[in-house]
C-alpha cells in the first residue's frame, strides 16, 4: 500500500494549514493510500545548526526521519511568513536532509512525490511561500506535483470544524492529495 505522510509547517492548534493537509489527506485515503499525519508539534526539534549535530542528531530528529523514510510521499501544507515558507518548516526540512550519523536511516525526500498547498489571511492564499517550498523540495530530489492549491482569506474559508466552506476548493484539495497518492503508487512499481 502506497504510504505518505501529511504535514503542516505550523505549530498553532488551531492551524488552518494543518486543517488543509488533514482535507488532502482524505483525497489520498479515498485514492486508497494510508496517510500519516504527522504534527511538528509532538517533536521537539532543536533549530538546525552542525555543531548540535556533531553531537548526534538528536532523537526526535531521527523519530521524524524514519516516518519519512518509510513513506512513499508526502503532503505539506506550508503557511506563508513574510512571502517565504515558515521557520518550523524550513528546520524540519534542513534537519530531515541531512544525513544521520547515529542511525541507518534511508532518504527522507530522495525519489519520492509530494503536493503542496497553503492557506493564509491574505487573497494570495500562502501563493508566493509555495514557491519557496517547491524549489527546496525540488532541491532535495522531490517530484513536486505541478498542481498546487492555495487557499486565501482562511478565516472565512473554513467553518468551525476545520472543513472549507467552499465545495469545489474542497474538492481540488482532495483531488491534490489523491494525486500524490496516485503518482506515488507508480513510482513504487
Known amino acids: 500500500m502506497t504510504k505518505l505522510i501529511a504535514i503542516a509547517g505550523?505549530?498553532?492548534?488551531?492551524?488552518?494549514?494543518?486543517?488543509?493537509v488533514k482535507i488532502a489527506a482524505k483525497g489520498a485515503e479515498e485514492a486508497g493510500a494510508e496517510v500519516r499525519y504527522v504534527?511538528?508539534?509532538?517533536?521537539?526539534?532543536?533549530?538546525?545548526?552542525?555543531?548540535?549535530?556533531?553531537?548526534?542528531?538528536?532523537?526526535s530528529v531521527n523519530d521524524l526521519k524514519h516516518l519519512f523514510a518509510q513513506a512513499d510521499g508526502m503532503l505539506i501544507a506550508s503557511p506563508e511568513y513574510n512571502g517565504s515558507i515558515s521557520g518550523v518548516l524550513k528546520n524540519a526540512l534542513d534537519w530531515l536532509s541531512r544525513p544521520s550519523k547515529d542511525a541507518d536511516i534511508g532518504s527522507a525526500f530522495q525519489g519520492k512525490v509530494a503536493g503542496i498547498m497553503a492557506t493564509s489571511p491574505g487573497g494570495l492564499g500562502g501563493i508566493r511561500g509555495l514557491a519557496h517550498t517547491r524549489d527546496i523540495l525540488f532541491n532535495l530530489g522531490v517530484m513536486v506535483s505541478p498542481n498546487q492549491v492555495a487557499v486565501g482569506s482562511s478565516y472565512q474559508a473554513f467553518n468551525s470544524d476545520?472543513?472549507?466552506?467552499?465545495?469545489?476548493?474542497?474538492?481540488?484539495?482532495?483531488?491534490?492529495?489523491?494525486?500524490?497518492?496516485?503518482?506515488?503508487?507508480?513510482?513504487?512499481?
Open 10 to 20: 505550523s505549530l498553532r492548534a488551531q492551524s488552518f494549514n494543518k486543517n488543509l
Open 39 to 59: 504534527d511538528l508539534a509532538d517533536f521537539a526539534i532543536p533549530l538546525y545548526s552542525e555543531d548540535l549535530e556533531a553531537e548526534g542528531t538528536p532523537a
Open 162 to 189: 476545520g472543513q472549507l466552506i467552499d465545495a469545489d476548493m474542497e474538492q481540488r484539495v482532495k483531488a491534490l492529495g489523491a494525486g500524490v497518492a496516485e503518482t506515488a503508487k507508480r513510482l513504487a512499481k
